[in-house]
């Protein structure tokens, strides 16, 4: 049966879209809310505003591709759906760091995992940064309401080989496990929500509320990047926007002005802090960009005697949290224990072999199993996480600096990768680190561990979370919004992403960002009304 596009279908009933890459001449646009970054925070946002009856005007720096261009090749997707063409990276170049960047954001690539905020992050929150009015329970119903929205509920399918490594292993140390939750209806089980899903059952923005957006007659500009806000005194009074090549590579020279009443900044932790810099924001207290978190990951790699085949299924079903809460918020770093699918270009990525190393590895890629873990960065003293800053063409870059207390959690990451793996059956195990290789024994793989010098460049280190930058909180002193996602110094500005984070959250993130930005869109249409 073939696949329907119905982004397409409404693109030719009318839907109002401006493709930047085409326009000839400057353009102005006018709405009631702007909102830059049409991921998560973006999407979910416009949804609320338009179905309230306000004119929202989305603007997304990334191309518009539907399912009709989605075809499940590596080269094509990671060079048109990620930021700087998958290149982004930390400032030193040590972490590299996956964000969408087209229409949907990083929903549109994203492996469908969908946890609500952490208890404990939450409670950590309220503690230590003022942040007021997000309890667990306060929270509950938007999280509710977000997850039927977007069709979130444990995946009901068996895991494929390479999550079942996860559940074995921990089934026979006794270490807890969980499904994952996903945002999917009708799952093909392709194995390839990294690409963009060809066949919509991802309810990634894309599909869900920038269709519902547009059929309210909301606008979408893509291929345009929010250069500069305008500011005057407390208010913003226009956003230039940059047209973008078609590649998004290369401003065309063209301009597009934009003039809201309201602006929503949902363009990332790397993103929105960016712009705000770039704009001259107020920030008199020296806390735009700080404070930035990764979920920093390490890997460990496994052989197995049997077919993994860990490119096909859902990418993602078990986790284990054992490791995750075991010393509290404020103990040694926690980490959260998932898989990364394995296809050939990211795996040869991850492997950064070359040479009859590199071939050897890859021709044994349908036994070869990957695991990952999510460090719960920004709960310790010692965890800062980065700082955004401006390079000299004013494009963002994140410096991350790692201090000894995260080496030492990703060390213990290594340690419980390398046991779980083993426990369920590998007949080899490989911590990803340049001087590491594949040892044959548990007791062998820890002693590797323990005399591997964890450093910068030697260890495999990546990213797809980013977190922080903007963080929320009463105190003005500590934060960049209130608890509300209004801008501090700035009357007319919110932010609705996850920049607002004032840690990590010790999970992947996309579900706290639907969450939190469906409260404060709410809240943010009753104050327009009465505005």
Not at 29 to 35: G, K, M, N, Q, R
Not at 460 to 479: D, F, I, P, T, Y
């Amino acid at each position: 049966m073939p696949v329907t596009d119905p982004f397409r279908e409404g693109l030719a009933r009318g839907w109002k879209t401006y493709d930047g890459s085409q326009l000839e001449n400057d353009l102005t646009l006018e709405a009631d809310v702007a909102i830059v970054g049409s991921g998560a925070g973006g999407g979910t946002t416009a949804e609320i505003l338009s179905a309230a009856g306000y004119k929202v005007l989305l603007i997304e720096e990334g191309p518009l591709k539907t399912s009709s261009d989605f075809k499940l090749l590596e080269d094509e997707a990671y060079a048109s759906l990620y930021q700087e063409g998958v290149g982004r990276m930390s400032k030193d170049g040590a972490i590299s760091i996956l964000q969408g960047r087209a229409v949907g954001g990083t929903t549109l690539v994203n492996w469908t995992s969908s946890f609500r905020t952490p208890a404990p992050t939450l409670e950590h929150w309220a503690r230590e940064h003022a942040v007021v009015g997000h309890s667990e329970a306060q929270m509950a119903p938007w999280f509710e309401q977000m997850e039927r929205r977007l069709g979130v509920a444990p995946w009901q399918v068996p895991p494929n080989a390479n999550n079942e490594v996860i559940r074995n292993g921990c089934e026979k140390l006794g270490y807890s496990w969980h499904v994952i939750p996903r945002n999917v209806r009708g799952c093909w089980n392709l194995g390839y929500c990294g690409m963009g899903c060809p066949t919509n059952a991802k309810q990634s923005m894309l599909v869900t509320t920038i269709p519902a957006t547009l059929e309210k007659g909301g606008e979408l500009l893509y291929l345009a990047r929010a250069w500069r806000l305008s500011i005057s005194g407390d208010h913003v009074t226009g956003l230039e926007c940059q047209a973008m090549d078609s590649r998004c590579v290369t401003p065309t020279g063209r301009k597009i002005t934009v003039k809201a009443r309201h602006y929503v900044l949902a363009g990332g932790g790397i993103n929105t802090p960016g712009l705000l810099m770039r704009s001259d924001a107020p920030d008199p207290h020296k806390r735009l960009g700080k404070r930035t978190f990764l979920h920093l990951v390490n890997f460990s790699a496994a052989q197995f005697p049997t077919a993994i085949n860990p490119f096909y299924g859902a990418p993602q079903s078990i986790y284990s949290d054992h490791f995750q809460w075991k010393d509290g918020t404020t103990g040694p770093m926690g980490y959260k224990l998932e898989v990364p699918p394995l296809h050939p270009a990211l795996a040869a990525t991850l492997f950064a072999g070359f040479g009859q190393s590199s071939t050897a590895q890859m021709a044994q890629l349908p036994n070869t199993h990957m695991m990952l873990a999510l460090m719960r960065d920004g709960f310790h003293p010692d965890s800062p996480g980065g700082n955004v800053q401006l390079r000299s063409d004013d494009s963002p870059v994140l410096d991350y600096n790692l201090t000894d207390y995260g080496w030492e959690g990703l060390k213990r990451a290594f340690q419980s990768m390398a046991e779980i793996q083993f426990a369920a059956g590998a007949s080899a195990v490989m911590p990803l680190h340049c001087d590491a290789r594949y040892m044959k024994s548990l007791s062998a793989t820890r002693e590797l561990i323990d005399s591997l010098s964890l450093e910068l460049y030697r260890t495999r280190l990546a990213s797809a979370h980013v977190m922080g930058g903007c963080a929320m909180g009463e105190n003005s002193q500590m934060a960049v919004t209130d608890s509300l996602g209004r801008h501090h110094q700035l009357r007319n500005v919110s932010i609705h992403d996850g920049s607002l984070f004032p840690t990590s959250i010790g999970a992947n993130p996309q579900l706290s960002v639907y969450g939190l930005t469906a409260k404060l869109a709410t809240q943010l249409v009753e104050r327009l009304k009465n505005s």
